[in-house]
């Protein structure tokens, strides 16, 4: 069973960089189907998908959040890790990683999701 688990402080001050951490389980990182990225969910807001690190390792930004966003990965820790600086109250969301599946041109197993308010 492929288990995903974000991890990372849940408040974060304005221009600080808000860092998160995804632990998977039961899936290597770089099995050959699968992508793996962060969404999230402002209040009141649909899903934004912001980054995707592939199998490879290549890597797929959000435009509008390039400049700003990085993701890196530890394959002996089988994580993937979110680093989005200079954050503004805008960015206060629950934050998912997920996994995309090739074969299933989807998203099939998320994470349970973290609060992250940016606040000071």
């Known amino acids: 069973q492929v288990q995903l688990q974000e991890s990372g402080p849940g408040l974060v001050k304005p221009e600080q960089t808000l860092s998160l951490t995804c632990s998977v389980s039961g899936c290597s990182l770089t099995t050959d189907y699968g992508y793996w990225s962060w969404i999230r969910q402002p209040p009141g807001k649909g899903l934004e998908w912001m980054v995707t690190i592939r199998y490879s390792g290549s890597t797929y930004y959000r435009p509008s959040l390039k400049s700003r966003t990085t993701i890196s990965r530890d394959t002996s820790k089988n994580q993937f890790t979110l680093h989005l600086s200079s954050v503004t109250p805008e960015a206060t969301a629950v934050y998912y990683c997920?996994?995309?599946?090739?074969?299933?041109?989807?998203?099939?197993?998320w994470g349970q999701g973290t609060q992250v308010t940016v606040s000071s």
């Open positions: 997920a996994r995309g599946n090739d074969y299933a041109g989807e998203y099939d197993v």
